[in-house]
């Protein structure tokens, strides 16, 4: 796993007008409530990236 996949995955999973993540429906026709299990864990991945390279440890 490296920056550009997580990035990849926030890119298509967004939030829906209906309030559902359109990547989620679009990739795999489900429907799941924004933040979907994949926003959460782009998005966790990329705090820990950030803090390890904010300590100057290499991710
Ligand atoms: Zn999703």
Known sequence: MNDDQERAILAVQFRGLDGMCVGC???????????????E????????????RYLGVRA
């Not at 026709?29 to 933040?35: H, N």
């Not at 864990?41 to 390890?52: L, N, V, Y």
């Open 25 to 39: 429906r679009a990739w795999w026709s489900r429907l799941v409530p924004y933040p979907c299990w994949q926003v």
């Open 41 to 52: 864990w782009a998005t966790s991945r990329q705090a820990r990236t950030i803090m390890a």
